[in-house]
């Protein structure tokens, strides 16, 4: 996201436009959700996915039209069974897009949405459309979100009619922290990617700590256990997973991360693993609260067995704290 506004905002300062095309809505087995977007430029290049296959081709289609007549507009595509082949579609469900047209005007709203996305802070995306038309594109901060609580969730919200509203989180705060880059944290950084979380893989091999290994992540470091707070300051919004080869290291990382208020600390391990980990911590002088705020066994109990089962399980209960702490 914060690489197709950075292109955006370049070429709108050049004074060229710009086709902003957003995914409202989706439903069924439409590919791509909510927020998901691609730009069109003047010069028929493209960034971003809307989805791939026929759609998208259509909807840069759509862009290039809107680039000549100014007409910005909402289309439905809809992926019903009997009209998926009509649109070279394999899987049905529907998906609405918005095309919106980016001048200079919108630059002061470009900048605001550059700065969100490098800050770690929760911020939202607010639409108000009407006639087809931007009446309302703004950024909204936390503390300007207080006073509409039901709007600005943790989800995507989008009430047609005419005006039509749509609401996206556009930065949770906080960011996920893994901790050992073996076969399940290689499995678990792209699966937390894929659903919103900003991920920092943190392991101290060198062979693993690499960027190439961890396409997903936002940040790899190759660090020491035993003293993380040299690299990583962790916040009440931030999640930590522990997966390290070596109890003492799950150990370590607990022992240090259990002294911070955190989101959600979860450590993989046998239960007998657990117990020995517990004592120790006990015995370091961490509270019996802390203790029990960790998620371990990790991940939700699916009968989990392969390290992309894992991955899912895992990821799966961080989806449901985000939510319950929505």
């Not at 009509?86 to 005007?105: D, F």
């Not at 039901?150 to 009430?159: G, K, N, P, S, V």
Request: charged letters at 20%.
């Amino acid at each position: 996201m914060l690489k197709l506004t950075n292109e955006v905002i370049s070429a709108v300062e050049k004074g060229d436009r710009v086709v902003l095309c957003t995914i409202l809505a989706s439903s069924g087995s439409s590919p791509r959700g909510a927020g998901t977007r691609m730009a069109v430029f003047e010069d028929g290049t493209t960034v971003g996915t809307v989805g791939g296959g026929r759609v998208e081709l259509l909807a840069a289609q759509d862009a290039r039209e809107v680039l000549k007549s100014g007409n910005a507009h909402i289309r439905a595509f809809c992926l019903a069974p009997d009209q998926v082949a009509s649109i070279g579609m394999i899987c049905g469900g529907n998906v609405t897009v918005y095309y919106q047209l980016l001048t200079n005007a919108e630059l002061p709203t470009l900048y605001r949405m550059r700065e969100a996305l490098q800050t770690d802070a929760n911020s939202w995306l607010h639409l108000l459309i009407k006639d087809g038309c931007v009446e309302k594109f703004e950024i909204v901060y936390a503390e300007e979100a207080k006073n509409q609580p039901e709007l600005y969730t943790y989800r995507a919200i989008y009430q047609k009619g005419e005006p039509t509203l749509y609401v996206e989180p556009l930065v949770r705060a906080g960011r996920v922290y893994v901790f050992g880059g073996g076969h399940v944290g290689q499995a678990l950084v792209p699966v937390l990617a894929s659903v919103g979380f900003r991920v920092t893989l943190f392991d101290n091999r060198r062979e693993l700590a690499d960027q190439a290994h961890f396409p997903a992540a936002e940040e790899v470091i190759l660090g020491d256990y035993e003293h993380i707070s040299a690299q990583v300051t962790l916040t009440q919004n931030d999640y930590v997973v522990i997966m390290t080869p070596g109890h003492q290291s799950d150990y370590a990382l607990l022992e240090q991360v259990l002294r911070t208020k955190t989101k959600y600390v979860g450590c993989i391990g046998s239960r007998h693993k657990i117990s020995r980990t517990q004592q120790l911590l006990r015995e370091a002088g961490i509270s019996e609260e802390a203790i029990a705020s960790v998620h371990s066994p990790i991940g939700l109990a699916i009968g989990a067995e392969t390290p992309a089962e894992i991955a899912v399980s895992i990821a799966a209960e961080m989806i449901q704290c985000r939510a319950e702490n929505k």
